[in-house]
């Protein structure tokens, strides 16, 4: 549990970089559906994860990046970006402040072709880069005390302030390795 109060501090660091009022996105958007009333990301090749929080749907997509010929980038093996829905779905590249302080990734090479992976919001949580036996690549973690697949993190805020939200949890959500099952894990604040 040491690293739930850690992964609280971290997605609230993610929080900086929203757009838009909660109050006018609460009364356009549903701001209080349910994580999997979201839209999720479609069309997007080599998807690993995304996040989702309140305000809005704005979702930030992790991508694995590689080049035209389908090498993976060992300098840079992770691409970040956001889906504005409410804008239309368009792509839009994150920000210097969003890569660097918020929703960046940090890699490191472990082997040929793995990758621990840390965010720079909050390090202490590993995630794990590397392929599966389809030759696919995925992020591993641990979710609910079972090594998972990772897809999606969703943080659900009831207002607050822009530098301190009311965060009533954060959700994270994946494939559990050993029987196929999703898995979901809520972390509330202490």
């Not at 839009?92 to 990734?105: H, M, P, T």
């Amino acid at each position: 549990m040491k690293y739930a109060s850690g992964l609280l501090l971290a997605f609230c660091l993610l929080l900086v970089s929203y757009s838009g009022s909660y109050s006018a996105y609460k009364k356009s958007s549903g701001a209080n559906a349910e994580p999997d009333q979201f839209p999720v990301p479609a069309n997007v090749p080599g998807l690993l994860f995304y996040i989702q929080r309140d305000p809005n749907t704005n979702t930030i997509c992790y991508q694995l990046n590689v080049d035209e010929q389908g090498h993976l980038s060992e300098k840079n093996p992770v691409n970040m970006f956001w889906i504005r829905y409410p804008e239309g779905g368009g792509r839009k590249e994150l920000n210097y402040l969003q890569r660097k302080f918020a929703y960046g990734i940090n890699a490191k090479a472990t082997g040929k072709s793995t990758f621990e992976l840390r965010s720079v919001a909050y390090s202490k949580l590993p995630l794990y880069l590397r392929r599966d036996n389809k030759n696919e690549y995925h992020v591993y973690t641990s979710i609910d005390n079972k090594q998972c697949i990772l897809s999606r993190v969703f943080i659900r805020i009831d207002g607050g302030t822009f530098w301190s939200p009311n965060v009533l949890y954060i959700e994270l959500k994946g494939t559990e390795i050993a029987t196929g099952k999703t898995i979901v894990q809520r972390i509330k604040p202490s």
